[in-house]
């Protein structure tokens, strides 16, 4: 166990729906990243919160992609309009501290299809 | 270019025996970090194993060791004595200070145990 949770494990939505996911850090992770993993590949950088204050988003985040975390504590990802590329896992990861030694552990992930 | 690179797509092992999972890096960052992350069917990433570029001994945990050859930018992942519940696809990962401590994945490598 990680202490870092996503809800939902799977979500199933028609295309043009919007959907939300959640990811909930344990209270250390002054850090929060976002990721993007599509069958085959290796997981891809979304964004990441330090805190409350989103400090980076990837070109992957289109207009229909927004990011908060409003409190510094639990995140969320919401996605507009949804098109079937967009079927995927959605990872989110915190890390304390700001060092590239900082620990690194995800949460189950959250499973997503657009149909 | 590629900043982690796993040339193996896909490998087999022997039950019980030893396993190395190549991995290759691309950085000019002097602080870096190198991860292994272990990822089943079910698709939550775990954490295996980490690397910091300052460290001078390899880095293990349990059965798994990281081979780490600076000089030749590589992070091989060693697996002792194989088991049936390792096959898993492998993802090796770096961080990097300068760029936002995000972590960049590799395409990955799918490990089969046979018994």
């Known amino acids: 166990d990680t202490g870092v949770s996503q809800d939902p494990r799977h979500k199933i939505t028609k295309r043009g729906q919007n959907v939300t996911f959640r990811c909930d850090p344990i209270?250390?992770?002054?850090?929060l990243y976002w990721y993007r993993q599509t069958l085959g590949q290796g997981p891809e950088f979304l964004t990441y919160?330090?805190?409350?204050?989103?400090?980076?988003k990837s070109r992957l985040l289109s207009d229909r992609f927004s990011a908060e975390r409003p409190k510094g504590s639990f995140s969320t990802l919401e996605i507009q309009r949804t098109e079937q590329g967009d079927s995927a896992m959605y990872l989110c990861?915190?890390?304390?501290?700001?060092?590239?030694?900082?620990?690194?552990?995800f949460g189950q992930g959250t499973r997503l299809t657009v149909v | 270019a590629q900043k982690i690179t796993q040339t193996q797509p896909g490998m087999f092992v022997q039950e019980k025996e030893a396993v190395t999972l190549d991995c290759t890096y691309d950085t000019s960052d002097p602080s870096y970090g190198l991860f292994w992350y272990k990822q089943p069917s079910s698709g939550e990433m775990i954490f295996l194993i980490y690397?910091?570029?300052?460290?001078?001994q390899n880095a293990t945990e349990g059965r798994y060791s990281l081979n780490f050859q600076k000089a030749r930018k590589s992070a091989n992942l060693v697996i002792s004595a194989s088991q049936l519940g390792d096959s898993a696809m492998y993802f090796c990962?770096?961080?990097?200070?300068?760029?936002?401590?995000?972590?960049?994945f590799g395409a990955g490598t799918i490990l089969r145990v046979k018994s």
């Open positions: 990962a770096m961080r990097e200070e300068w760029r936002g401590n995000k972590l960049v």
């Open positions: 209270s250390e992770h002054n850090r």
């Open positions: 990861f915190g890390a304390t501290g700001g060092g590239p030694d900082t620990e690194a552990f």
């Open positions: 690397q910091g570029s300052y460290d001078q």
């Open positions: 919160f330090q805190n409350e204050a989103q400090l980076e």
